[in-house]
C-alpha cells in the first residue's frame, strides 16, 4: 500500500493560526483517514493523517500534535507498539480505535498511557466529543502570578473522599497515594459516583455524566465501565469495595 503521510489542513503555515488544536489521526484504513479529517476540520481542527505507524512515529516526535487517534492493528508498526515508543519520550494525548473483541488490547494500551478508547465501528459523535475532553483536561492550568498555583474552581479542585483523590484537572486518580489509571469515561463515571457519596446514581444519571446528550448507549455500556472500575482499583487494592451495586436502582460510592 502506497503510504499516506501529510497535512490535511492544505494551508501555509500561519504564526496567528498557532493556537489551533491539531489532531494526528494514524490508521490504515483510506476510509476512516478521510471521514475523520473532515469531521474533525468541521470542528475547527487541523489535523495531520499518516496510514503507516513507522511514519507517524519520526513525525509525531519531531512535530508533536495536540492529541493523537490510533487504530491498534496496522502493517509495520501496530498501534501499541507505537504508542510504547512514544511514551518514551512524550505525554501526548492518545485515544486507540479497537475492535470490540480487544478488550486485552485496550487493557495493555491504557496500562502503557493511553487516555481513552472507543470501539469500532464507532459513532464519529463520540469521538469528538472524548477528544474535547481530553484536550480541556490536557490544557495547561491559569496560573494567578508567576509561580502560584491557581485558584481553585468548580473544575480543578481535588475531590477527596475518604481513600479517593481525583484531580479532574490533570486527570489523576489515586488510592490510598496509589495511581489509578482511567479513560476519560471512567473518570466522569467515577467523579459523578465520588461527588456525593451514599448518593444512588441510576445508569441514566451516569450515562448523562459521561456521554453529551446526542450520544446513545444502553445500560450494559454503564455496567461494563463499572466492571472495568473496579477491577482497575481492585489491582491496588484487592479489598476494594466502595463503589456499590443497588440492585434495580443503580450504583453509589462510599467513602467509608
Known amino acids: 500500500m502506497t503510504q499516506l503521510s501529510h497535512d490535511t489542513t492544505g494551508e501555509p503555515h500561519d504564526p496567528a ?14 476510509n476512516i483517514l478521510t471521514t475523520l479529517s473532515i469531521a474533525l476540520q468541521a470542528e475547527g481542527y487541523a489535523t495531520r493523517v499518516y496510514s503507516d505507524g513507522e511514519a507517524a512515529l519520526a513525525a509525531l516526535q519531531h512535530n508533536p500534535p ?23 519520550s512524550s505525554d501526548l494525548p492518545v485515544i486507540f480505535l479497537t475492535s470490540k473483541d480487544q478488550e486485552e488490547d485496550e487493557e495493555a494500551g491504557l496500562a502503557m498511557g493511553a487516555d481513552d478508547y472507543i470501539a469500532k465501528p464507532f459513532s464519529q459523535r463520540l469521538l469528538l466529543a472524548r477528544i474535547r475532553t481530553i484536550l480541556r483536561r490536557a490544557a495547561p492550568l491559569p496560573e494567578t502570578v508567576e509561580g502560584a498555583a491557581p485558584m481553585p474552581t468548580a473544575h480543578n479542585e481535588v475531590i477527596a473522599r475518604g481513600r479517593l483523590a481525583m484531580d479532574p484537572a490533570r486527570h489523576q486518580v489515586t488510592w490510598d497515594g496509589k495511581p489509578v489509571s482511567l479513560t476519560v469515561t ?71
Open 66 to 88: 495536540d492529541l493523537a487517534v490510533f487504530d491498534i492493528k496496522m502493517p509495520r508498526m501496530d498501534g501499541m507498539e507505537l504508542l510504547q515508543k512514544l511514551r518514551e
Open 186 to 256: 471512567e473518570f466522569l463515571i467515577l467523579e459523578a459516583l465520588a461527588i456525593r457519596p451514599g448518593v444512588i446514581k441510576s445508569r441514566n444519571q451516569l450515562m448523562d455524566a459521561a456521554y453529551p446528550d446526542d450520544i446513545f448507549v444502553d445500560d450494559r455500556t454503564v455496567d461494563s465501565h463499572i466492571k472495568r472500575l473496579r477491577r482497575k482499583f481492585r489491582a491496588v487494592d484487592p479489598e476494594f469495595g466502595a463503589i456499590e451495586t443497588l440492585y434495580g436502582a443503580g450504583y453509589s460510592f462510599t467513602d467509608g
Open 17 to 30: 493560526a498557532e493556537s489551533q488544536r491539531t489532531i494526528a489521526l494514524v490508521d490504515d484504513d483510506r
